[in-house]
């Protein structure tokens, strides 16, 4: 209902993987739609939240007895299912300057709120965060984002990320 929920797994080698992040009014932990008794990820607050929640023996129920929430619920599986085929055409295909920038313009489009000096990415979000996300270190975020900048194209501190400049990341993702 408001928040940010953050999708992370966990690779066989214990290293952390962030998988998406849901911004407030979408379906989270939709197993059962994915014909699973479990979702296959760990969901975290990226940011104080309110998450209204029901036991997964209701799903059936709440399918056929609520209009709308099986198809809003398989609209928000395609959507997550394009997002996730975008992410692994700009792993396999973008240099990792491309990527982070793809990363910070899918998050100011999902959750950034305008700032004076550009547009906030609407939740707490570190560079290991961002590292995670584009399958790069969190050396190389720093360095990006430390040159990025200076050029005065995004602003960060302590958990927080301002993109200055859209269009130079547009331009720099490709």
Not at 37 to 51: G, H, I, W
Not at 101 to 128: H, Y
Not at 157 to 172: S, T
Request: net charge neutral; hydrophobic share 40%; proline share 4%.
């Amino acid at each position: 209902m408001d928040g940010y929920i953050r999708v992370l797994r966990i690779t066989p080698h214990g290293e952390q993987v962030i998988a998406l992040h849901i911004p407030s009014g979408q379906l989270f932990g939709m197993a059962k739609a994915l014909g699973k008794d479990t979702y296959p990820a760990t969901a975290m607050t990226a940011a104080e939240s309110l998450t209204p929640s029901w036991p997964m023996r209701l799903w059936d129920e709440f399918s056929t007895t609520y209009d709308g929430f099986a198809t809003e619920t398989y609209r928000t599986v395609g959507v997550r299912m394009d997002e996730l085929n975008n992410r692994i055409v700009e792993m396999a295909t973008q240099h990792v300057e491309q990527r982070v920038a793809c990363a910070l313009l899918r998050l100011i489009n999902q959750t950034g709120r305008k700032v004076s000096n550009g547009i906030e990415i609407d939740f707490p979000i570190t560079r290991q965060d961002l590292s995670e996300m584009t399958g790069t270190t969190l050396h190389t975020v720093s360095r990006l984002l430390s040159g990025w900048q200076k050029q005065g194209m995004v602003e960060s501190g302590r958990k927080r990320i301002v993109v200055c400049d859209p269009h130079q990341l547009v331009m720099l993702s490709g």
